[in-house]
């Protein structure tokens, strides 16, 4: 039973075994109710056409209002040449909740038969009659019906029409005109009628007398272009590019279809693979949109036996055989792949992918299906293999098999997961957490889906981490050497980082009280230390002797303590290696290591307390200890330990503390805490405040109590008097009652909507960190920071199927971050002052006005026309390029111009003429040049300041 | 025939245009249940290996629950539901629960009991279904989506659930709550009220079951609900187009509504709220609102105008209430009627009345200017107004450009001026340039304290100072001392170059007076040529 139906059966309060599996069913009458509420208007009249359709290959409908009786009647008749038998009017509302257009021709007629009565029914008549060669049917409105049910009665009536057609025929209680008008906002069903058919059989309007009769016909399959199996093509010159259903039109997809890249193509299309979106008037993009258009673009009676190569060059098809792999596009699709890596791809037509899948046995890959994948080109793991230690067969995720190269060089030190699939890498991501690392899941193609999940990634990784232990023992295996061990990045890692957290260390409950205990791993094999006569000792058998003897005695130096060394076999120093001296004091804590000179056998050990007199102070001793207690080092370490030995001794016999049971003497650690570690008396665990012991090092922040980090002895000791529990496990918090939005919502300012056909969205200005979140299949994919000063800027971005790059996208959101700053300068003043979101936008605009501007353009260096010396006052006075253009036949001072760039002054107006004369004064020149000002002034193409500027510059150059 | 109902089942849940709108139908059956509460969590389990976890996702109600007879007959069987007069989401169309499958759990198990009777349910991925008894009593219908995952997903997949119910429900009338339990941080409430926060004013509106509240706000956000569930949320003037079109496009631009009435409805698609004749008296219905909103808002500024002492807080409140007013403009009949604007005496006054007070067409701005200033402009004819010119700069053109009104702060509205030596000649020959034209009586240069760089100089219309701000048509400076700024870079170069080429100095000074009026320049030309 897999994990998640073991979740189940435990949620599950139903006894037995399993019930009888059942389906859904559909209320039909209720269906038909909810289709008729959603009904389009007037789309009804287009299903008649397509059910007359169904069963004829042409007809003639007419539709026509007319007076009957005080009511306003609208008339459908079509008229077409079936065999009628076997069609069958019982259930026909019900029958138009089914849609599929590969039904046999009556099932179709049924459906869309029904569909527009139900459509018809929509615009609220007082009656509806359908009369066909196989009887009759009238629906009367029933005032008295009640709540929910149709409040049209079905009856049967006689048929007034013969074999022929069928007619439909509707009434309404008031003006027809007046129910329209209503019910669409438009005049005329006729009219309306007239449009729909128009538009439905692609006739100019013009040309349909609705009332006289109009010819439907099914396009002949003479005229029609087989697309394989996608369908047929009735092709024009011009025109929309048709989807039919049914002989009449439903949708306009040219556009769509030059959008994907395909050529503009006129004409009918019938293809019942492409799928409608669910308005059922716009054609979904997918797979089998793309073959049709492949099919259209290159329909079968082409060359199928010649490649046509990017620039013109071509190939036969047959040569594609050779190769153990051929990789294909449509052609439309070609340019979408360009640049993306050196493979070959080959524009094939789908009769030419047809051909080779019956001929060759290579691979035929699709590129679209390599979409996402970095480069076209197959990966080359040849190094990988050379260079690393591998593959090793991790398992598998999600179907993939997932394996791992462990690298030996130690400047390979990066970690990296790769999704491959076809041979390609589809996803290349990092892994900080698996450094020399290279973690590949390839991706098996399921049918025609190789899309990887933007999570898949993540999923290996993860997974990866926890298979860790077999890259581990991989590199035991293969590098026997531990110093060479040592070079290799992922070995080093988890060395460094082998930690009593990371191995799990903790106290699990035992039968006498509780007892040391890890997880295991490859690295506890390591050597760390040798004893005196040569014997090697492991992690493993440091973390044995710290939980059965409560320590491990080291000896330092070459020098011997002859007399101090015990002959108790779990006491005989060891000498530690220098790897190993590091290790152990991170894992065991110093504390744990009983360096020599030191009697081991006067330390309290993991046993009952009772036998433990060895740890009895006498109080002159227990007082100089406790005057140690001020030192440091070692020294106070050592002295703590004695104390606390005595102290707990003492209380489970009973015997004088000598009060050493008030001393702070044990370490705590509170994981609420903003300095979670300090030291309690025995009397204070007495109180009850801590949930559990944990090893020394071991003490984390997610624990969800206060508890006491000991060695295996004072652990023991503690469990054996009662002062804590022997289980470690953290209490789980209360549940809180709920936490109010106000306090826990993260508060919007300023939201920007982002639309664009590659993605849609919203920049947010809200609390918390800034970045876009861009997501795509429902999973976030990954997170944008916009640069500066947008940085505070948040929110999620849905991408679109199609192409995006992330240079783009970010493009994108920096450009409506942009207009969100736009958005902000109004809101700021429109926001309650003082309130958060006036800080907020106030702050998001500080920042922007913060950031520096981006230096002024030079002015742009115009020639100068007509040079002479006025244009230089001019050019001098406005502080800026600009050409003076002079007219010679022009009496006016300055023609009136939009900008400065260009000013045109008059040759004949008498102060530009005096001073354009040979020889003009100064002064003549000045007046010129001020009046010109002036009259720029005037026209609004000088501010009053730039104004002022100019005319001083000019005096200036005069005095 | 049949119904191919697993085709049309697929079809149904194909439609929800997001995994987690299901939150959204489930609120809706626990309140048409009766629930007053509705309870999400989102567990996490290890699943089969290290790298998997089981995701289960839990909708607990405390409704009415269901009997056998609802399970067949409605929960199970589409658009079996008996909420006929419902038009709201999904749930007039009885397809709600099955948006369940849009998440693509792997299973579901629904948990209900009515009436004594306990019943559960387990869907499988395929859509087929277990029924079975359950012994024991059971209140309220819970319902558990289990599917697979990766323990990274879990984050994502909270605040997606959160996003959510806060979206859809966070108008709801019940008590909603939601518990990531691997985070520990305990149940979120989802609830919001519908009144908005953070508006200067907001009006409520009801009639029967329908009721709204308009508000002006920083950004013309609108919310259609049903029964305080969302239907659609977007600009207002979007949202609102029968509304908008008696409001006018400014005041959509700050407009916040929100319309919580059973006539609003959704398609099947559930794209958007259906255009119908009941949403356009929905709208109408809401146009005396607005005109009351309106109301509002400048009552609220009278009362903050009438407030007889002003500190920091309250100009921050004129500038932020005008700003809204700024886009009411054209739409409050008889504006300039009301006390909306505050004389930097402190005096409450009407546009109207100001602009009776302003002879020269020109008002001008204080924020904390001297008192000097303030006399000068007083004797001028120039009303002076509390404001800060930085800030209010575009409400108040806009209020006093409507009664053509021109607006400045005071310190280029007027000026106090000192004599100091003028430059007789060149005065002279400036004199006789405009004599013509604009016809001083006379030119003194002076010193302006406190004025712009810009200002070149002024007219002396009553007491010690000077108006920079009128324009110096003829009608203003006939006969009068045209006052110049002795610093003003014109002037300066003016009076050096008098030194060389007193004539051009002159026809440069000229110049610059001209600019600042409308009279004639061609006259200019023709005076220095007489001059010549």
């Given at each position: 039973?897999?994990?998640?139906?073991?979740?189940v059966?435990?949620?599950?309060l139903?006894?037995?075994?399993a019930?009888?599996?059942r389906?859904f069913t559909?209320?039909?009458?209720?269906?038909?109710?909810?289709?008729?509420?959603?009904?389009?208007p007037?789309?009804f009249?287009v299903?008649?056409l397509r059910?007359?359709?169904?069963l004829?290959?042409?007809?003639?409908?007419?539709?026509r209002?007319r007076?009957?009786d005080?009511?306003?009647?609208?008339?459908?008749?079509?008229?077409?040449?079936c065999?009628w038998?076997?069609?069958?009017?019982?259930?026909?509302?019900?029958?138009?909740?089914?849609?599929?257009?590969?039904?046999d021709?009556?099932?179709?007629?049924?459906?869309?038969l029904?569909?527009?009565?139900?459509?018809?029914?929509?615009?609220d008549?007082?009656?509806l009659e359908?009369h066909?060669?196989?009887g009759?049917?009238?629906?009367?409105?029933?005032a008295?019906?009640?709540?929910?049910?149709?409040?049209?009665?079905?009856?049967?009536?006689?048929?007034?029409?013969?074999?022929?057609?069928?007619?439909l025929?509707?009434?309404?209680?008031?003006g027809?005109?007046?129910?329209?008008a209503?019910w669409?906002?438009r005049?005329?069903?006729?009219?309306?009628?007239?449009?729909?058919?128009?538009?439905?059989?692609?006739?100019?309007?013009?040309?349909l007398?609705?009332?006289?009769?109009?010819?439907?016909?099914?396009?002949?399959?003479a005229?029609?272009?087989a697309?394989?199996?996608?369908g047929?093509?009735w092709?024009?010159p011009?025109?929309?590019l048709?989807l039919?259903?049914?002989?009449v039109?439903?949708?306009?997809?040219?556009?769509?279809?030059?959008e994907?890249?395909?050529?503009?193509?006129?004409?009918?299309?019938?293809?019942?693979?492409?799928?409608l979106?669910i308005?059922?008037?716009?054609?979904?993009?997918?797979?089998?949109?793309?073959?049709l258009i492949a099919?259209?673009?290159?329909?079968?009676?082409?060359?199928v036996e010649?490649v046509?190569?990017e620039?013109?060059?071509?190939?036969?098809?047959?040569?594609?055989?050779?190769v153990d792999?051929?990789?294909?596009t449509w052609?439309?699709?070609l340019?979408?792949?360009?640049?993306?890596?050196?493979?070959?791809?080959n524009?094939?037509?789908?009769?030419?992918?047809?051909?080779?899948?019956?001929?060759?046995?290579?691979?035929?890959?699709?590129?679209?299906?390599?979409?996402?994948?970095?480069?076209?080109?197959?990966?080359?793991?040849?190094?990988?293999?050379?260079?690393?230690?591998?593959?090793?067969?991790?398992?598998?995720?999600?179907?993939?098999?997932i394996?791992a190269?462990v690298?030996?060089?130690?400047?390979?030190?990066?970690?990296?997961?790769?999704?491959?699939?076809?041979g390609?890498?589809l996803?290349d991501?990092?892994?900080?957490?698996?450094?020399?690392v290279?973690?590949?899941?390839?991706?098996?193609?399921?049918g025609?889906?190789?899309?990887?999940?933007?999570d898949?990634?993540?999923?290996?990784?993860?997974?990866a981490?926890?298979r860790?232990d077999v890259?581990?023992?991989?590199?035991?295996?293969?590098?026997?050497?531990?110093a060479?061990?040592?070079?290799?990045?992922?070995?080093?890692?988890?060395?460094a980082?082998?930690?009593?957290?990371?191995?799990?260390?903790?106290y699990?409950?035992h039968?006498d009280g509780?007892r040391?205990s890890?997880?295991?791993?490859?690295?506890?094999t390591t050597?760390?230390?040798?004893?005196?006569?040569?014997?090697?000792?492991?992690?493993?058998?440091?973390l044995?002797?710290l939980?059965?003897?409560?320590?491990?005695?080291?000896?330092?130096?070459?020098?011997?303590?002859?007399?101090?060394?015990?002959?108790?076999?779990?006491?005989?120093p060891?000498?530690?290696?220098?790897?190993?001296?590091?290790?152990?004091?991170?894992?065991?804590?110093?504390?744990?290591?009983?360096?020599?000179?030191?009697?081991?056998?006067?330390?309290?050990?993991?046993?009952?307390?009772a036998?433990?007199?060895?740890v009895?102070l006498?109080?002159?001793r227990a007082?100089?200890?406790?005057?140690?207690l001020?030192s440091?080092?070692?020294?106070?370490?050592?002295?703590?330990?004695?104390?606390?030995?005595?102290a707990?001794?003492?209380?489970?016999?009973?015997e004088?503390?000598?009060?050493?049971?008030?001393l702070?003497?044990?370490?705590s650690?509170?994981?609420q805490?903003?300095?979670?570690?300090?030291?309690?008396?025995?009397?204070d665990?007495?109180?009850?405040?801590f949930?559990?012991?944990?090893?020394?090092?071991a003490?984390?922040?997610?624990?969800?109590?206060?508890?006491?980090?000991?060695?295996?002895?004072?652990a023991?000791?503690?469990?054996?008097?009662?002062l804590v529990?022997?289980?470690?496990?953290p209490?789980?918090?209360?549940p809180?009652?709920p936490?109010?939005?106000?306090?826990?919502?993260?508060?919007v300012w300023?939201?920007?909507?982002?639309?664009?056909p590659?993605?849609?969205?919203a920049?947010?200005l809200a609390e918390?960190?800034?970045?876009?979140?861009?997501w795509?299949?429902?999973?976030?994919?990954?997170t944008?920071?916009?640069?500066?000063?947008?940085?505070?800027v948040?929110?999620?971005?849905?991408m679109?199927q199609?192409?995006?790059?992330?240079?783009?996208?970010?493009?994108?959101?920096?450009?409506s971050?942009?207009m969100?700053a736009?958005?902000?300068?109004?809101a700021?003043?429109?926001?309650?002052?003082?309130s958060?979101?006036a800080?907020a936008?106030e702050?998001?605009?500080?920042?922007?006005?913060?950031?520096?501007?981006?230096?002024?353009q030079?002015?742009r260096?115009?020639?100068?026309?007509?040079?002479?010396?006025?244009?230089a006052?001019?050019?001098f006075?406005?502080?800026?390029?600009?050409?003076?253009?002079?007219?010679r036949?022009?009496?006016?001072?300055?023609r009136?111009?939009?900008?400065?760039?260009?000013?045109?002054?008059?040759?004949?107006?008498?102060?530009?003429?005096?001073?354009?004369?040979?020889?003009?004064?100064?002064?003549?020149?000045?007046?010129?040049?001020?009046a010109?000002?002036?009259?720029?002034?005037?026209?609004?193409?000088?501010d009053?300041?730039?104004?002022?500027e100019?005319a001083?510059?000019?005096l200036?150059?005069?005095? | 025939?049949?119904?191919?109902?697993?085709?049309?089942l697929?079809?149904?849940?194909?439609?929800?245009?997001?995994?987690?709108?299901?939150?959204?139908e489930?609120?809706?059956?626990?309140?048409?249940?009766?629930?007053?509460?509705?309870?999400?969590?989102?567990h996490?389990?290890?699943?089969?290996?290290?790298?998997e976890?089981?995701?289960?996702?839990?909708?607990?109600?405390?409704?009415g629950g269901?009997d056998?007879?609802i399970?067949d007959?409605?929960?199970?069987r589409?658009?079996?539901?008996?909420?006929?007069?419902?038009?709201?989401?999904?749930?007039?169309?009885g397809?709600?629960?099955?948006?369940?499958?849009?998440?693509?759990?792997?299973?579901?198990?629904?948990?209900?009991g009515r009436?004594?009777?306990?019943?559960?349910?387990?869907?499988h991925?395929?859509?087929?279904?277990?029924?079975?008894?359950?012994?024991?009593?059971?209140?309220?219908?819970?319902?558990?989506?289990?599917?697979?995952?990766?323990?990274s997903?879990?984050?994502d997949?909270?605040e997606?659930?959160?996003d959510a119910?806060?979206?859809?429900?966070?108008?709801?009338?019940i008590?909603i709550?939601f518990?990531?339990v691997?985070?520990a941080?305990?149940?979120?409430e989802?609830a919001?009220?519908?009144e908005?926060?953070?508006?200067?004013?907001?009006?409520?509106?009801?009639?029967?079951?329908?009721?709204?509240?308009?508000?002006?706000?920083?950004?013309?956000?609108?919310?259609?609900?049903?029964?305080?569930?969302?239907?659609?949320?977007?600009?207002?003037a979007t949202?609102?187009?029968?509304?908008?079109?008696?409001?006018g496009?400014?005041?959509?631009a700050h407009?916040?509504?929100?319309?919580?009435?059973?006539?609003?409805r959704?398609?099947?698609?559930?794209?958007?709220?259906v255009?119908?004749?009941?949403?356009d008296?929905?709208?109408r219905?809401l146009?005396?609102?607005?005109?009351?909103?309106?109301?509002?808002?400048?009552?609220?500024?009278?009362e903050?105008?009438?407030?007889?002492?002003?500190?920091?807080?309250?100009?921050?409140?004129y500038?932020?209430?005008?700003a809204h007013?700024?886009?009411?403009?054209g739409?409050i009949?008889?504006?300039?009627r009301?006390?909306?604007?505050?004389?930097a005496t402190?005096t409450?006054i009407?546009?109207?009345?100001l602009?009776r007070r302003?002879?020269?067409g020109?008002?001008?701005?204080?924020?904390?200017?001297?008192l000097?200033?303030r006399?000068?402009?007083?004797?001028?004819g120039?009303?002076?107004?509390?404001?800060?010119?930085?800030v209010?700069q575009?409400?108040?053109?806009?209020?006093l450009?409507?009664?053509?009104?021109?607006?400045?702060?005071?310190?280029e509205?007027?000026?106090?001026?000192?004599?100091v030596d003028?430059p007789?000649?060149?005065?002279?020959?400036?004199?006789?340039?405009?004599?013509d034209?604009v016809?001083?009586?006379?030119?003194?240069w002076?010193?302006?304290?406190g004025?712009?760089?810009?200002v070149?100089?002024?007219?002396?219309?009553?007491?010690?100072?000077v108006v920079t701000?009128?324009?110096?048509?003829?009608?203003?400076?006939?006969?009068?001392?045209?006052?110049?700024?002795?610093?003003?870079?014109?002037?300066?170069?003016a009076?050096?170059t008098?030194v060389?080429?007193?004539?051009?100095?002159a026809f440069?000074?000229a110049?610059?007076?001209?600019?600042?009026?409308?009279?004639?320049?061609?006259?200019?030309?023709?005076?220095?040529?007489?001059?010549?």
């Open positions: 039973m897999s994990a998640l139906d073991a979740r059966r435990e949620a599950s139903a006894e037995g075994t019930a009888p599996r389906s559909a209320s039909q009458r209720a269906g038909v109710l909810a289709m008729r509420r959603g009904a389009v007037w789309q009249s299903a008649l059910a007359g359709l169904a004829a290959a042409a007809l003639v409908a007419k539709a209002v007076e009957v005080g009511h306003r009647e609208l008339r459908f008749d079509l008229r077409l040449a065999a038998s076997d069609l069958d009017l019982a259930g026909l509302l019900e029958a138009s909740l089914r849609d599929d257009p590969r039904d021709p009556r099932l179709r007629w049924r459906s869309l029904g569909a527009a009565i139900n459509g018809a029914l929509a615009t008549p007082r009656w359908l066909t060669p196989v009759g049917r009238r629906w009367a409105f029933d008295g019906a009640p709540p929910g049910e149709d409040p049209y009665a079905l009856q049967r009536i006689p048929s007034d029409v013969e074999a022929g057609g069928f007619s025929r509707m009434a309404h209680a008031e027809v005109a007046a129910v329209w209503r669409t906002g005049a005329g069903p006729e009219d309306e009628v007239a449009r729909r058919w128009a538009d439905a059989l692609g006739v100019p309007i013009e040309a007398a609705v009332r006289e009769g109009v010819a439907a016909a099914r396009p002949p399959a005229g029609a272009i697309l394989g199996s996608q047929r093509w092709p024009r011009d025109g929309g048709f039919r259903r049914d002989g039109r439903i949708a306009d997809f040219g556009a769509q279809v030059r994907l890249g395909g050529l503009p193509l006129h004409g009918d299309v019938e293809a019942p693979s492409v799928a979106d308005d059922g008037q716009t054609v979904r993009e997918d797979a089998a949109l793309h073959e099919w259209m673009q290159a329909p079968a009676s082409d060359d010649t046509r190569l620039g013109g060059t071509s190939c036969p098809v047959e040569s594609l055989r050779a792999e051929v990789v294909f052609p439309h699709r340019t979408e792949i360009q640049g993306q890596g050196a493979v070959v791809v524009p094939l037509t789908p009769a030419q992918v047809q051909r080779l899948r019956e001929r060759t046995p290579a691979s035929i890959v699709p590129a679209s299906l390599l979409r996402s994948a970095r480069g076209l080109q197959r990966v080359d793991l040849t190094s990988l293999h050379q260079g690393s230690i591998g593959p090793i067969a991790l398992g598998e995720v999600r179907g993939d098999s394996s190269f690298h030996r060089h130690p400047v390979a030190d990066q970690g990296r997961v790769q999704v491959h699939g076809f390609r890498v996803i991501a990092r892994a900080s957490e698996l450094p020399g290279t973690v590949i899941g390839a991706l098996e193609p399921r025609e889906d190789l899309e990887p999940a933007s898949h990634a993540d999923a290996i990784r993860t997974y981490e926890s860790g890259l581990t023992a991989a590199v035991l295996e293969a590098i026997p050497d531990l060479t061990r040592f070079r290799v990045p992922w070995f080093a890692h988890r060395w980082n082998l930690s009593p957290i990371d191995l799990e260390l903790r699990a409950p039968a509780v040391l890890w997880r295991d791993d490859p690295l506890l050597v760390v230390a040798r004893e005196g006569d040569g014997t090697a000792r492991t992690v493993a058998d440091a044995e002797r939980r059965d003897a409560g320590g491990v005695v080291v000896a330092e130096g070459s020098g011997r303590w002859q007399t101090l060394e015990s002959s108790v076999p779990i006491w005989t060891w000498r530690l290696t220098s790897v190993g001296s590091e290790l152990l004091v991170r894992v065991l804590s110093d504390a744990a290591l009983w360096r020599m000179p030191m009697v081991a056998e006067a330390e309290l050990r993991p046993c009952p307390l036998s433990q007199a060895h009895r006498e109080a002159d007082a100089e200890l406790r005057a140690s001020r440091v080092g070692r020294v106070a370490e050592r002295a703590r330990c004695a104390l606390l030995a005595h707990l001794w003492a209380r489970a016999t009973h004088d503390a000598f009060g050493l049971d008030a702070p003497l044990l370490s650690f509170d994981p805490s903003a300095q979670p570690r300090r030291l309690v008396s025995v009397l665990v007495a109180g009850g405040a949930a559990g012991v944990v090893p020394r090092g003490a984390h922040r997610d624990l969800g109590s206060s508890v006491l980090e000991v060695t295996p002895a004072v023991f000791a503690l469990v054996e008097l009662g529990s022997s289980s470690t496990v209490v789980r918090t209360a809180r009652r936490s109010s939005s106000a306090s826990q919502r993260r508060r300023l939201r920007q909507r982002v639309v664009h590659d993605a849609v969205g920049l947010l918390g960190p800034g970045g876009v979140e861009i795509e299949g429902g999973l976030r994919s990954q944008l920071r916009l640069p500066p000063p947008y940085g505070a948040s929110g999620r971005v849905w679109q199609g192409r995006h790059s992330t240079q783009g996208l970010s493009r994108l959101l920096l450009q971050a942009q969100m736009d958005e902000a300068r109004r700021r003043l429109l926001s309650v002052p003082g958060s979101q800080r936008l702050a998001f605009l500080e920042a922007i006005r913060a950031q520096p501007q981006p230096p002024p030079p002015p260096i115009a020639p100068v026309l007509g040079s002479d010396r006025l244009a006052t001019l050019r006075a406005l502080g800026r390029a600009v050409t003076v253009e002079v007219s036949v022009s009496w006016a001072l300055v009136d111009d939009e900008n400065l760039e260009e000013i045109r002054v008059g040759g004949l107006h008498p102060l530009i003429r005096a001073a354009r004369e040979d020889g003009a004064e100064r002064s003549a020149i000045g007046v010129a040049a001020l010109i000002l002036l009259a720029l002034s005037r026209s609004g193409r000088l009053r300041v730039a104004y002022d100019a001083a510059r000019v200036a150059a005069l005095e | 025939m049949t119904v191919d109902t697993h085709a049309l697929e079809r149904l849940v194909g439609q929800f245009a997001s995994p987690y709108d299901f939150l959204r489930l609120v809706q059956n626990a309140m048409d249940a009766g629930s007053d509460l509705v309870e999400v969590e989102l996490q389990h290890p699943g089969d290996h290290e790298g976890v089981v995701f289960e996702l839990v909708v607990l109600d405390a409704g269901m056998e007879e399970i007959g409605e929960l199970t589409l658009f079996g539901t008996s909420k006929t007069d419902d038009r709201t989401m999904a749930g007039g169309f397809i709600g629960f099955v948006s369940v499958f849009a998440w693509e759990p792997e299973r579901v198990l629904l948990q209900t009436r004594g009777e306990a019943w559960e349910l387990l869907f991925d395929d859509r087929q279904f277990e029924k079975r008894p359950v012994d024991m009593p059971l209140e309220g219908t819970t319902v558990r989506l289990f599917r697979r995952g990766a323990p997903q879990r984050r997949i909270a997606a659930v959160e119910l806060r979206r859809w429900c966070r108008f709801a009338p008590e709550t518990d990531d691997e985070s941080q305990g149940p979120r989802i919001e009220p519908l908005p926060r953070d508006v200067p004013c907001s009006v409520a509106w009801e009639l029967g079951a329908s009721r709204a509240v308009l508000a002006f706000g920083p950004q013309p956000q609108s919310v259609l609900l049903r029964r305080g569930l969302v239907l659609q949320e977007g600009q207002s949202l609102l187009p029968v509304l908008g079109e008696a409001a496009a400014d005041s959509m407009l916040v509504a929100r319309v919580d009435s059973p006539k609003l959704t398609a099947l698609a559930r794209d958007g709220v255009e119908s004749a009941d949403r008296a929905l709208e219905a146009v005396p609102t607005l005109t009351q909103l309106r109301a509002a808002l400048v009552g609220r500024v009278c903050l105008v009438a407030r007889p002492r002003w500190d920091r807080a309250a100009e921050d409140d500038s932020h209430l005008h007013l700024q886009l009411e403009h739409a009949e008889r504006l300039d009301y006390d909306i604007l505050r004389l402190g409450p009407s546009l109207g009345a602009a302003a002879r020269l020109i008002v001008a701005v204080s924020d904390h200017d001297p000097e200033l006399l000068v402009a007083l004797r001028s120039i009303p002076v107004l509390h404001g800060r010119w930085s209010d575009p409400w108040i053109e806009a209020l450009g409507s009664r053509e009104l021109r607006a400045l702060p005071l310190a509205a007027v000026a106090v001026a000192e004599a003028t007789p000649a060149l005065a002279r020959l400036t004199l006789s340039l405009l004599a034209i016809r001083p009586k006379a030119m003194q002076g010193v302006f304290e004025s712009s760089a810009d070149l100089g002024g007219v002396a219309l009553g007491g010690a100072g701000a009128a324009r110096w048509t003829s009608a203003l400076l006939k006969e009068r001392t045209l006052w110049l700024r002795v610093d003003h870079p014109v002037v300066q170069r009076s050096a008098a060389t080429s007193p004539d051009v100095a440069g000074l110049a610059a007076i001209l600019s600042r009026g409308d009279a004639p320049v061609d006259a200019l030309w023709d005076a220095w040529r007489a001059f010549g």
